[in-house]
Every structure is written in structure tokens, then in C-alpha cells.
């Protein structure tokens, strides 16, 4: 198991990160908006910070189908906001979720130590972004979809062979393109170009991920394809999966951890370390 490189900051093996979701979008499937205003994101960060993030991820864009959001939008949203979390949080990384390169220019100028490009490198330019400013990278699965979109009825012989083979490639391109190899995160993307199916698949199969070597970040929290699993429960009623597949996951080797509770992510892997490291007593 590799060691991950963020920033001035060190994760060796066996050690875990706790990624927060902050996202200054009005229509996030998840908070509706609540941090959208900037003070709102800014204190949702001071929460996270206290609760035990790591690492804090600024979303400007939701993930889903909605209103357009040009790149001028996107940085108007997040790039201030990158700066003030930097200035009020010195030990706190900071990701920006973005697919594009003239977004993440910006954000990794303003301080980002890392880029999260959930849609799988569409725009290959990010990649050099984050090399020329010394940021990592997380290289995820999505299907090769266009961003923010639902395919319909999507399929693979192997859904994790493809994210093997996708996730692997991508990363091994921004090594070449720059990026330090310790700082490049693969990233199977539940949900992302998945069905509930894929997504479980994902799920079981993780260690296959971990297993090619490069560190795994898993973004689970309170998606759709754990709310269809325990019966089509709403987002508000699917922490326990959540906490459930989170545990799963580290267990099977996953690094990094992208969540809406960090405190809750934080005590949940606290005890995975304590199940994979105590000694049992007879």
C-alpha cells in the first residue's frame, strides 16, 4: 500500500482521510443550498474542520442534471472561497470538484492542493493544471458520459474491470503529464455512469481497486444506489448505509473518504483501525 502526498501533508499505509463535501450550489441533492451563501460555506468548513476533516471538497457545480453553470460561474463560486478556508484553516486541505481546466487553474492558484475530476478526465488539460502547480489529482470512473448527465440504461461485461483499466490509465497519464505519482487518487465513482447494480459491484469488488497500487478515494455518502438498495429511501434517511458502505470499504482498503458527516466518518473508521490493528484477547 502506497503513501499519498497532499499538500504538506502525509497518509502513509493504513492510514485514513476523511474528505468533507462543501458545496456552494443552490440545488445540491443533499443540503438544497444551505451553503451555498458564501458565510454559510465558510462556516460548514469550520464545522468540518472540527468534526476531524482532513480534507475539504468545494463543489461549485451539482453533480446532476440542473441549471447551466458556465466556468465563469463555477470560479465565482469557489475560488474566493478556496482562499478564505486557506487564510482561516492553514492545516486543512483543500480539493475543488471540477472537470474543467480553466476552473482548476484558478482554484490550484488560489491554494488548492487537489483536484477531484469526477468525471473522468473529459478535459485532459486538467491534468497539466495540477502538475504545473504542484496539486494532486483524483482520477475517477464516470462512464465516459458528458458531465452531468443520467445515461440510460448503461452496460458493461465487467463494470470493474472497466474501472480498473479507466481509473489506471487516467492516472497513469497525469503521471506522465506532471503530477506526482504519491498524489494521484483513483476514484471508482458510485453512481457516476453506474446503476445501483454497478455501484454494488463497485462495492464488493473494492479491493480490486486497491490492489493496482494507487491510493482509493470512495464517494459514497448518501448516494442514490444506497437508498435503492435498503428499500428507495430518501437522501435523509440513508446515513446508516452510508457508515455502512464507508466501514466496508476501509476494511477492503479504500484511503480516502468523501462524506457529508465527517464526525460520523471519523468514528466509524477510528473503529475499523481498532478491528484490523488490536490483538485479540483470549
Do not use: Q
Request: charged share 25%; proline share 5%.
Amino acid at each position: 500500500m502506497s503513501t499519498l502526498r497532499l499538500g504538506g501533508r502525509t497518509f502513509g499505509p493504513g492510514e485514513f482521510a476523511v474528505m468533507a463535501v462543501v458545496n456552494r450550489t443552490p440545488d445540491s441533492f443533499f443540503d438544497r443550498g444551505a451553503t451555498f451563501g458564501f458565510e454559510a460555506a465558510l462556516a460548514a468548513v469550520d464545522r468540518a474542520a472540527e468534526a476531524g476533516a482532513d480534507i475539504v471538497d468545494i463543489g461549485g457545480v451539482k453533480a446532476g442534471p440542473g441549471d447551466e453553470v458556465d466556468a465563469r460561474e463555477e470560479i465565482r463560486r469557489v475560488a474566493g472561497l478556496v482562499e478564505a478556508v486557506r487564510e482561516r484553516h492553514p492545516g486543512l486541505l483543500v480539493s475543488v470538484d471540477t472537470w474543467r481546466a480553466e476552473v482548476g487553474e484558478v482554484v490550484a492558484k488560489a491554494g488548492a492542493h487537489l483536484l477531484n475530476d469526477t468525471w473522468g478526465g473529459v478535459d485532459p488539460r486538467l491534468a497539466e493544471v495540477a502538475a504545473a502547480h504542484g496539486a494532486g489529482l483524483v482520477c475517477a470512473h464516470a462512464g465516459r458520459v458528458t458531465p452531468r448527465t443520467r445515461p440510460h440504461r448503461i452496460g458493461y461485461d465487467d463494470v470493474v474491470a472497466d474501472v480498473v483499466a479507466y481509473t489506471t490509465g487516467l492516472a497513469e497519464k497525469a503521471v506522465k503529464a506532471g503530477v506526482p505519482r504519491e498524489s494521484v487518487l483513483i476514484d471508482p465513482a458510485h453512481d457516476f455512469g453506474k446503476n445501483t447494480y454497478h455501484s454494488l459491484e463497485v462495492s464488493r469488488r473494492l479491493g480490486e481497486l486497491v490492489a493496482t497500487g494507487w491510493p482509493v478515494l470512495v464517494a459514497v455518502s448518501n448516494k442514490d444506489f444506497v437508498g435503492e438498495t435498503l428499500g428507495g429511501l430518501p437522501v435523509e434517511r440513508r446515513h446508516a448505509g452510508t457508515i455502512a458502505t464507508l466501514a466496508v470499504s476501509a476494511l477492503l482498503g479504500a484511503r480516502v473518504f468523501r462524506v457529508h458527516d465527517p464526525a460520523s466518518a471519523r468514528t466509524a473508521l477510528a473503529e475499523v483501525t481498532r478491528l484490523r490493528t488490536e490483538p485479540r484477547r483470549t
